[in-house]
């Protein structure tokens, strides 16, 4: 299983990107996927998560500003940023929880990151 982020880039406070993250491989279901980003000198953190039953988690800076979406006809998470603030700043990972066949354990896998940078 793969995951391949893309849609980093610069943009200037105020405004938006949207991130995309394509699972393929062996994979028969999705138990759930994530983004996450990582700022210079800083842990990992979880920014918004989203499982197959479509419950929703953000981060509390990012509420209101971020959407979390899926296509599950393609296996790909959308991160949808508006009104992005240098804070945002960050190194945007996915995240996916998948089973490869029936029976499986949900394993993790990562994307490989796409830079998200927010300046004037």
């Known amino acids: 299983v793969q995951l391949q982020a893309s849609g980093g880039g610069l943009v200037q406070p105020g405004g938006f990107l949207r991130l995309s993250c394509a699972a393929s491989?062996?994979?028969?279901?999705?138990?759930?996927m994530g983004w996450y980003r990582q700022a210079p000198g800083n842990e990992r953190e979880l920014v918004a998560h989203v499982t197959s039953a479509g419950d929703t988690y953000y981060e509390d800076s990012v509420k209101g500003r971020f959407t979390i979406s899926t296509d599950n006809a393609k296996n790909t998470v959308y991160l949808r940023m508006n009104s992005l603030k240098p804070e945002d700043t960050a190194v945007y990972y996915c995240?996916?929880?998948?089973?490869?066949?029936?029976?499986?354990?949900?394993?993790?896998?990562w994307g490989q990151g796409t830079l998200v940078t927010v300046s004037s």
């Open positions: 491989g062996s994979i028969f279901s999705v138990n759930d």
């Open positions: 995240n996916a929880g998948i089973k490869s066949y029936f029976g499986a354990s949900v394993r993790r896998y």
